[in-house]
């Protein structure tokens, strides 16, 4: 499994991906098997950090501090960090994470980085984004495992067959 780290763009991290006030373009990018991060086999996002602000130049800072507390193999400035031609230091900035760190840097998670610089938003099916009531069954799907494990947390026979459970899912 590759964990990934992804370093947003500043001005994007407050309103979401551009055009969804949510952060969602990345995780679908890995669900829907698409761009740069859906082609990295068996890479689990672990976290995602804002860019410290124009022009960039605290991204190592940020590298830095993901490998050191997640443990961080991959990075990804996401494809809203180059929507626009929006930022001129991010070339600059993954060739100095990887030849500090040694980690990859994928330039684009949903679209690759060439391909997002024509855009000013990603337009998508509404095949590909889940509907409210499928994200809602998620969120009761995920509460009701929890409810079940704090349920049955205190026997310590029943708690295995729960974790075991979480683990298959």
């Given at each position: 499994?590759h964990?990934?780290?992804?370093i ?66 991959y ?18 900035q ?18 690759e ?33 929890r ?10 026979r ?12």
């Amino acid at each position: 499994m590759h964990r990934v780290g992804i370093i947003a763009c500043r001005d994007h991290w407050k309103k979401g991906c551009p055009g969804y006030q949510a952060h969602i373009l990345c995780f679908l990018a890995l669900e829907k098997k698409r761009g740069p991060l859906g082609e990295l086999p068996g890479a689990k996002i672990v976290a995602m950090q804002p860019c410290p602000g124009c022009p960039g130049t605290g991204r190592l800072d940020v590298a830095r501090r993901l490998v050191r507390q997640e443990g961080v193999d991959y990075f990804v400035f996401p494809s809203c960090t180059f929507f626009d031609n929006h930022c001129p230091t991010a070339f600059a900035q993954a060739a100095a994470i990887e030849a500090e760190l040694g980690r990859p840097v994928l330039m684009g998670s949903y679209l690759e980085a060439a391909a997002a610089r024509c855009c000013s938003t990603v337009s998508l099916n509404p095949g590909d984004i889940p509907s409210l009531t499928e994200c809602r069954q998620r969120l009761l799907n995920l509460n009701y495992l929890r409810y079940l494990y704090e349920k049955q947390a205190a026997t310590p026979r029943k708690a295995l067959q729960i974790l075991t459970l979480l683990k298959a899912t």
